[in-house]
C-alpha cells in the first residue's frame, strides 16, 4: 500500500511564495515521477509540472519561470515552490506518483487528496 500525502497548502497574499509538499510513504521499490496539478471546482484539473527520477523537470507554460519543482532531503518527498502568486493560482493542488513496489516490477498510479491554496489579499 502506497501513501500520499500533499501539505503546505493555506491562504497567501497576491504575490506571495508557498511551497508544497508531496510526501510518499508505503511499501515503495522506487518513484519513477512525481507530478503536480492543481484543479479548480467545474474546471479541468491543469498540469502543473513533474520531475522525473533523474532530477529532470518540467513545467507548464503558465508555471514557467516561477515554480520549481525539487526532491527533499526526506526519503520520498517532493516540493513544489510556486512565487508571484496571483488568484488565478487559487485551487487544489494534487500530486500523483508512479511508484514500483518491487525491483523489476510494474508501475502503479498513486494521488494525494489534494491540499488547498487560496490567494487572496
Known amino acids: 500500500q502506497v501513501q500520499l500525502v500533499e501539505s503546505g497548502g493555506g491562504l497567501v497574499q497576491p504575490g506571495g511564495s508557498l511551497r508544497l509538499s508531496c510526501a510518499a510513504s508505503g511499501s515503495i521499490f522506487s518513484i519513477t515521477a512525481v507530478v503536480w496539478y492543481r484543479q479548480v471546482p467545474g474546471k479541468q484539473r491543469e498540469w502543473v509540472g513533474n520531475?522525473?527520477?533523474?532530477?529532470?523537470?518540467d513545467y507548464a507554460d503558465s508555471m514557467k519561470g516561477r515554480c520549481t519543482i525539487s526532491r527533499g532531503n526526506a526519503k520520498n518527498t517532493v516540493y513544489l515552490q510556486i512565487d508571484g502568486l496571483g488568484p488565478e493560482d487559487t485551487a487544489v493542488y494534487l500530486c500523483?506518483?508512479?511508484?514500483?513496489?518491487?525491483?523489476?516490477?510494474?508501475?502503479?498510479?498513486?494521488w494525494g487528496q489534494g491540499t488547498q491554496v487560496t490567494v487572496s489579499s
Open positions: 500523483r506518483a508512479n511508484v514500483r513496489i518491487a525491483d523489476g516490477g510494474p508501475v502503479t498510479i498513486h
Open positions: 520531475i522525473i527520477s533523474d532530477g529532470t523537470t
